[in-house]
């Protein structure tokens, strides 16, 4: 294969590649005012499921052009930047970056390739050598043994994975890695990338499947000026880059101008380097330290939009791709749709989660060094992307070592050698099996939130045979008993996703706030269980695009009829992703409900989104995205369309022969959507939300025997649930099963104790048993989640005569 030059002619092509799982969308929320299950089963109505996903979003720009001076210019190659700045590029010839992909050869390749084998659930692969190529014998896409070569290596420390080539420009990142460590350090073996599971070809993580793909899920973060050219018609790849690696314009943009000015005469080059961002945030900025805290302070205040953070963001950010037009120093929210907190990557302080990979834009963000305006180059060098200063070194830089390295700040002057700044305040956690990441909120340690919520502590990371109350007291001995810092949000969160009383009135004040970082306010509307206007019409005209986005996101369950007034001004938002954003919420409008006079607007910002999906339409998140837009848009035949395409790419995709089943209902085809459900489930046969559908299908079939069967394991299969065990209590009940649902639903309500559903049904199968005690424990509950309730108050009343 051809290395890249200098003309985007000759850029390099590749089939495709793979890693990484995809982030989910905010929480679903239902409205308050959703009518009870008993009259939904009677019309047979399934929800529309809203596909999650932040790369549900991504998109292609089409109607926002680059500026002429921008569009011209053209990506060059690392060679002409080095013939200028050598020294930078000595410092990123040692970089991860600059490893990051590159083709199989005796110099790239670390891993033990001399006939070794490695057994994984019920397969011995082996690895070796033969006529120059690395060579690979492991289980193919039908689970048999063959033989596949090895083309490209991914990556360097602390392990290397290794990609292969499918003859469709698929590439596809092998999970059985390298650990690259010294053997001291457990290193230098072969080891699998999810070590807990049984991974076989049937499994969506498997080597060779959809969340294991290159082109999708890597190839923008590993190389430079990525296209992913996804064929649709032919489900093939040609996937393209001109340069393999992370090279200068990776982050620089395309240099085609820059050179052009440098190659002129000196006299006559002029003031405009011609550069697509200059990252000049730190020129002329220094940090002084106020007298009698020493506290840091910035000489003056970040600019609005932080270029190096954006910048760096595009990479180190979970996000997922809405367009290929990146340009650097923008915010990332303009081509991204970035990640905000959720129960699947972070814990409810904001920590992230081991085995989840939420990289350190969003951790970074929460911090009080981003607040004050630390950048990432205030600590990494950005071309060796190594610590500008060894160890606490870099911290001290701004941090007085006089006050934070004493013993009275450490508290640990037993120990030797005595804990780092980032073993305390920059916790690490694990990815990937060996990769142990450091989270970069910069975050006081809480023992006392672990004991109150369960989150975890770096203090409890060292002192692992003591308890959280015990690390709790010693830093109260220490420091006292108030405990701040400055993530301020646990509890919020928490309630939030436990379901507790007080989740609105804490994250609606966490959102109205302030003194909390943008993301997480951003992330606190869209967990609002109910949308607050007020706090949304605020957050729709926030500076910041990710509250915005927050935002849009609190407005689902919104009835259409109100939509319009409040988010169609965000059709004409400055960022796409929030137009984006803005038109996938606004398809709930009818056409015909849609003012004549914004009408062109949505019509633009409805083509960006389409135009985002196009963009992904290898993932069938992506066209199931675009099936449920033209679903709400009265398109029932395109709706069906791209609903089969995501079947096609992956039969057992759950959310598409979901909605595809609830199309075919709506059409009286209720036997075609109860094929789709079965052909789904034989693909993934322990799929709840699947069972769940095809209960509700065979209810409006009055197969009621079945019906119940199906809802039973749907109950049963993901306990998180507390809406499939109500469906199938009410399936019970009008069986004549009264008993039994009750005793599901409190088995439910253990776990769900605030769920108001669960505990309606309880309260209405007590009374009707004639239990007027258990009736009352449920109203009294439901009287504590929402009081004033005047219909409670009088039932409770009832019930106490």
Known sequence: MAKGSRKNRNRERVGTKARTSEPAHPAQRSSPNRPKIWVLLALGGVLIVVVAGLLL???????????????????VGGKACSDCHAAETKLWQTSQHRHAMDHATDQSVLGDF??????????????????????????????????????YTFGLDP????????????????????????????????FYLYPDGAITNNDPLHWTKLNQNWNFMCAECHSTDVHKNYDAAKDQFATSFSEISVGCEACHGAGSGHVAWARQKASSRGSDHRLLVTFDERTGITWSTETGTLTPTRSAPPSAVRKEVETCGRCHARRGQLSEDWTPGRPLSETHRVSLLDRQSFHADGQMRDDEETYNYAPFRQSKMFAKGVTCSDCHDPHSATLKVPGDGVCAQCHAPTKY????????????????????????RRYMVVDRRHDHAFRIPRPDLSVQIGTPNACNDCHRDKTATW????????????????????????????????????????????????????????????PDLNLIRRGLSDPDPLLRLGALDGLEGVPADQLWTLASGKLSDPVRGVRIRAAELLSAVPPAQQPAADRDKFVQAAAEFVAAQTLNADRPDARTALGNF?????????????????????????????????????????????????????????????HHALGLTLVRQKRNEAALDELRQAATLDLSQPRYVYVYAVGLNSAGRRDEALAVLRNSLQLHPNDRELLYAALALSREKGDSAAALVYAGQLSRLMPGNRGIEDLIKQLKQ
């Open 57 to 75: 979003w991504p998109r292609v720009s089409t109607l926002s052009p680059k500026p002429p001076q921008l569009a011209e210019l053209t990506f």
């Open 630 to 690: 033209f679903a709400r848009q009265a398109n029932g035949a395109g709706a069906e369309d791209e609903y089969r395409a995501a079947l096609r790419l992956d039969p057992s995709f759950s959310p598409a022969a979901i909605n595809i089943s609830d199309l075919y209902r709506q059409l009286g085809r209720d036997s075609d959507g109860e094929r789709v459900l079965r052909e789904a489930l034989s693909a993934s046969p322990q799929n709840a939300s699947l």
């Open 114 to 151: 001399n006939d070794a084998a490695f057994e994984y659930a019920g397969t011995r692969s082996r690895l070796f050598r033969k006529d120059g190529k690395f060579l690979v014998d492991t289980d193919g896409p039908d689970g048999k043994l063959a033989t596949f070569e090895v083309k």
């Open 405 to 428: 390295e004493s013993a009275a700040h450490r508290h640990h002057a037993d120990s030797s050698p005595p804990p780092s700044c980032a073993s305390c305040h920059m916790p690490e």
């Open 471 to 530: 690390a709790a007291q010693q830093v109260e001995t220490w420091f006292g008993a108030e405990r701040h810092g400055y993530q301020t949000y646990a509890r919020a969160f928490r309630s939030a996703w436990s379901e507790a009383a007080d989740a609105q009135a804490l994250l609606a004040g966490i959102a109205g706030s302030g003194d909390v970082p943008e993301i997480v306010r951003a992330s606190a509307l869209a967990e609002l269980p109910a």
């Open 159 to 190: 392990l290397q994975q290794y990609l292969i080539e499918f003859p469709d420009g698929r590439v596809q990142a092998l999970s059985i890695a390298w650990d690259t460590r010294p053997k001291d350090q457990g290193g230098q073996r072969w």
